[in-house]
């Protein structure tokens, strides 16, 4: 169905898979933005935020709980960090099958661009 992410689930694509589990995959951004720039996706394909259902609740916990352990790994919980999930066009999603983005490593600026 030309999805990338699901693609990388399948590894049909390769990437620099850092976590898996049943429910989602986290693996290093391709175009890194900050020293730590890790994505976690479900394995189910869920095109944006909005099409998160109730019964997804449990499975949107568990990529928090994942991305709070790589935070924890990679050394930049105790720093900060940001995660940013973007939909849709003005926000910049580029790939309709969401993800976590953790940045980290340096000093994040607000307001974002
Ligand atoms: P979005 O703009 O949709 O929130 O973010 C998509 C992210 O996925 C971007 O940061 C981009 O660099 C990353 N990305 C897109 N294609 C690939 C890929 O094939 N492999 C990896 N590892 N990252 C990708
Ligand atoms: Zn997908």
Redesign the pocket.
């Known amino acids: 169905m030309g999805c990338?992410f699901c693609e990388?689930i399948n590894k049909r694509?390769p990437?620099k898979i850092i976590h898996e589990d049943e429910f989602v995959i986290a693996?290093?951004?391709?175009?890194p933005q900050a020293p730590v720039h890790t994505?976690v996706i479900p394995k189910k394909h869920i095109s944006t935020n909005l099409d998160i259902k109730r019964e997804d609740n449990g499975l949107l916990g568990h990529m928090f709980q994942v991305a709070n352990k790589i935070t924890k790994d990679k050394g930049i919980a105790e720093r900060g960090f940001r995660l940013v999930m973007?939909c849709n066009p003005e926000s910049?999603?580029?790939?309709f099958h969401i993800?976590l983005?953790i940045l980290g490593g340096r000093h994040m600026h607000w307001p974002p661009g």
Do not use: Y
Request: no cysteine.
């Open positions: 990338i990388i694509v990437a693996f290093e951004d391709i175009n994505l973007n910049g999603q580029a790939v993800h983005h």
